[in-house]
């Protein structure tokens, strides 16, 4: 009877600890929703505490320190909370390495954090974006956002040159197949998933206008910069969207 009432015991703290880790992500969840990083992470931190084998919660968390840079006013802050993200994304990965989410968030992180790094650390984290997109696309091919990833991984490394092109060669041992053609597939693949997603018309314009084709530039630039902002990055993405195309005045 004894050996009863404790495995009882031990099945309904379970179940109590199970449901708390369920409220506490909903909480989280909700301010996710609304874009409110620092207030989501209240929720998602205790809760990894209480369910740290969750690759879903690793992702939510990830995405907190990825949007939570806008905010903070150093380079080296922003760098710092995008390597907490991309800690949490392998973490995920570990966790569910079957999953396209993991590597697509892994893909994102360190796409967010290569602005920040030096040249050579630069085309090092370019080829952990390429593995984690191109993983994240095999995985889940409806996937839409892993298709964009794929495509920004081709636009930059088809964009670089110089010294930089040099360095990637000698990183890579010899480059990649990295091409505007293959980044506009990537794009139109990504618009065809979901239409509503303006990131994907506004890099497709920029791809096209890094190849120097202005009149399909011109055409998809117009045609993002006019879609409604939905995300978190929309403004970013208008804004690179306008540069580019004031460049081609």
Not at 27 to 33: E, K, R
Request: net charge positive; hydrophobic share 40%.
């Amino acid at each position: 009877m004894k050996i009863f009432a404790a495995l009882l015991l031990m099945v309904l703290s379970a179940g109590a600890m199970r449901a708390n880790v369920d409220e506490l992500i909903r909480q989280g969840d909700a301010y996710d929703a609304k874009h409110e990083s620092d207030n989501a992470l209240k929720y998602y931190l205790p809760a990894e505490k209480l369910a740290p084998d969750n690759a879903s919660l690793m992702i939510k968390i990830a995405r907190q320190y990825v949007y939570r840079m806008e905010g903070l006013s150093s380079d080296a802050d922003k760098l710092a909370s995008g390597r907490t993200a991309v800690a949490y994304s392998e973490r995920a990965i570990k966790l569910a390495p079957s999953e396209c989410d993991a590597y697509l968030s892994n893909a994102i992180c360190w796409g967010k954090i290569t602005p920040f790094l030096g040249n050579k650390e630069s085309i090092a984290a370019s080829r952990k974006i390429q593995e984690a997109a191109e993983k994240a696309v095999k995985l889940n091919p409806r996937n839409d956002y892993a298709w964009h990833m794929l495509g920004r991984w081709h636009q930059e490394l088809a964009g670089i040159g110089g010294m930089t092109r040099t360095l990637a060669k000698l990183i890579y041992g010899a480059l990649p197949d990295a091409s505007f053609d293959e980044a506009l597939r990537c794009f139109e693949k990504a618009i065809a998933l979901n239409p509503g997603r303006l990131i994907h018309t506004v890099e497709l314009g920029r791809t096209y206008a890094a190849m120097g084709n202005e009149t399909e530039a011109r055409k998809f630039l117009e045609k993002g910069l006019a879609m409604p902002n939905r995300e978190k990055d929309d403004p970013e993405t208008k804004r690179r969207g306008r540069a580019t195309l004031a460049e081609l005045n």
